[in-house]
T-cell receptor, first 111, second 113 residues
């Protein structure tokens, strides 16, 4: 089955700086890569996703990049704010069936 | 608003006890999932169901069973709970088709003593 690795496990940044979280996957058939944000005590919620026919996708301060050849994808958050503090999970799947999640990155934005 | 709900939200039980966690949804989604979340291990899939007559094992199904009673209800059972099943359990739903978002319930925190 698919194996998704996520780094770093924890990340602290100053407010206004950028944050980058990286994930690698093993199954070259995977073609859908969502990112979920889980605030403390809350449920995970989708923040952005990318399909394998696209190299980059942006939504305001967040962006995701995908390198199919190297089998890795990354989440980029610019101009970080305290409300960005949360645990972020990447996932890989084939057409959205059976997500394989990474182990999570705990992001802390220091005011 | 259409939502995914889980009961109970918190449960403490003893080793060897049978316990059932329930998930209900008003989103009209066909697909339902059960995950467990452990610190440092992320979200791991236990079982999933694409419709009422479909049940599939996930990565970590040993020690668990499920029942899809209706389109809107998907229950997870621990036949004989053990301490290493202490975790946060999430139910999720997804619509038909490709590349769909999964919507998570609020979670059930289970402690097995």
């Amino acid at each position: 089955g698919e194996n998704v690795e996520q780094h770093p496990s924890t990340l602290s940044v100053q407010e206004g700086d950028s944050a980058v979280i990286k994930c690698t996957y093993s199954d070259s058939a995977s073609n859908y890569f969502p990112w979920y944000k889980q605030e403390l005590g809350k449920r995970p919620q989708l923040i952005i996703d990318i399909r394998s026919n696209v190299g980059e996708k942006k939504d305001q301060r967040i962006a995701v990049t995908l390198n199919k050849t190297a089998k890795h994808f990354s989440l980029h958050i610019t101009e970080t704010q305290p409300e960005d503090s949360a645990v972020y999970f990447c996932a890989a799947s084939i057409y959205g069936n059976q997500f394989y999640f990474g182990t999570g990155t705990s992001l802390t934005v220091i005011p | 608003d259409a939502d995914v709900t889980q009961t109970p939200r918190n449960r403490i039980t003893k080793t060897g006890k049978r316990i059932m966690l329930e998930c209900s949804q008003t989103k009209g989604h066909d697909r339902m999932y059960w995950y467990r979340q452990d610190p440092g291990l992320g979200l791991r899939l236990i079982y999933y169901s694409f419709d009422v007559k479909d049940i599939n094992k996930g990565e970590i199904s040993d020690g668990y069973s499920v029942s899809r009673q209706a389109q809107a209800k998907f229950s997870l059972s621990l036949e004989s709970a053990i301490p290493n099943q202490t975790a946060l359990y999430f139910c999720a739903t997804e619509g038909r088709g490709l590349y769909n978002e999964q919507f998570f319930g609020p979670g059930t925190r289970l402690t097995v003593l």
